[in-house]
């Protein structure tokens, strides 16, 4: 039955997903990001999708399966990080500058402006958090801000973007969200470990 699920009603649900995803979220962040690129190959829309699509059937599948498939976890993170270097320095707009209004986000945000950029920020860097579990708290905050310091002055550098406090803040923010989520489900899982241990 399982198996039934994954290779039908799984890749389905995938597309929709993504699908959902795109429209709802994906779409702004790209526009507001590489907006000449965008407008100039339509067919970028279905290769995200299609790219959204099969990262959701991958964690699906081990989510299902309850094991860590190997090979699905490094193809999964080599489209991640394929994309995300893509959209962190495939912009076209030649834009040098510094920025250190770190809050500035914050007040077009309560005002309803610029929400999924803000979001996007913090949850397209989870998945890094997730890597870094088994560092101490101290050591993957350092590495976050290392780490993020050096994206947003690679970017200066290139002029595919402003070295931005603002960013730097959120991005670091979506790492360690990551690394927090990833070292409770760690202790859940090892509470329920020693649990079964104890009654048996």
């Not at 399982?2 to 995938?14: D, G, M, N």
């Not at 498939?69 to 500058?97: E, M, P, Q, T, W």
């Not at 890094?128 to 002055?153: D, H, N, P």
């Amino acid at each position: 039955m399982k198996k039934i699920l994954i290779f039908t009603v799984l890749p389905v649900t995938s597309v929709l997903l993504a699908v959902f995803l795109y429209f709802h979220f994906f779409e702004g962040w790209m526009y507001f990001y590489l907006n000449q690129l965008m407008q100039n190959y339509s067919f970028i829309d279905y290769i995200t999708i299609a790219i959204t699509a099969a990262l959701v059937y991958f964690a699906a599948v081990q989510i299902m399966s309850l094991e860590l498939n190997l090979k699905l976890l490094v193809i999964s993170y080599l489209i991640y990080f394929g994309c995300l270097i893509f959209l962190l320095f495939a912009k076209d707009s030649h834009a040098r500058g510094v920025s250190f209004d770190t809050f500035s986000f914050i007040e077009p945000f309560l005002a309803g402006n610029l929400r999924v950029i803000t979001i996007g920020n913090i949850v397209a860097f989870i998945p890094i958090g997730f890597l870094m579990w088994k560092l101490k708290g101290y050591q993957a905050f350092g590495l976050a801000v290392t780490l993020i310091i050096g994206v947003e002055s690679t970017q200066y550098y290139l002029a595919v973007g402003y070295f931005d406090t603002g960013d730097i803040f959120l991005n670091v923010c979506g790492i360690m969200t990551g690394y927090l989520m990833i070292r409770l489900a760690n202790f859940i899982i090892s509470s329920k470990k020693n649990t079964n241990k104890s009654t048996s």
